[in-house]
Nanobody, 123 residues
Framework: VQLQASGGGLVQTGGSLRLSCAAS????????VAWFRQAPGKEREFVAA???????YYGDSVRGRFTISRDNVGNTIFLQMNSLRPDDTAVYYC??????????????????WGQGTQVTVSS
């Protein structure tokens, strides 16, 4: 199983980016997919998750600004990030697994992780 995260970059405050997470060796239709992020010196933070039947979950700090979605085939997950702020700067990781609902926002609920993509928001 491999997850490939892409789409990170440098953007100004208020700008937008769209991250992608593509899977090989696993079908996202059978799994939940989540984005987490980690900034230097900070703990890993839950960002968003989507179940195969398209129920979505968001962290408090991104709700209303970020949107998680999937493509029609179901093996690529997107994270549309709008109204970006400097405190969104982090390495963003996608992960997949079969967490129960109470663990959907916990990293321990996921079995496979991508390599991460850097998002930097300048002030």
């Amino acid at each position: 199983v491999q997850l490939q995260a892409s789409g990170g970059g440098l953007v100004q405050t208020g700008g937008s980016l769209r991250l992608s997470c593509a899977a090989s060796g696993v079908s996202f239709r059978d799994y939940a997919v989540a984005w987490f992020r980690q900034a230097p010196g900070k703990e890993r933070e839950f960002v968003a998750a989507i179940r195969w039947y398209s129920i979505t979950y968001y962290g408090d700090s991104v709700r209303g600004r970020f949107t998680i979605s999937r493509d029609n085939v179901g093996n690529t997950i997107f994270l549309q990030m709008n109204s970006l702020r400097p405190d969104d700067t982090a390495v963003y990781y996608c992960a997949t697994g079969r967490p129960i609902t109470s663990r959907i926002k916990s990293g321990s609920g996921y079995d496979y992780w991508g390599q991460g993509t850097q998002v930097t928001v300048s002030s």
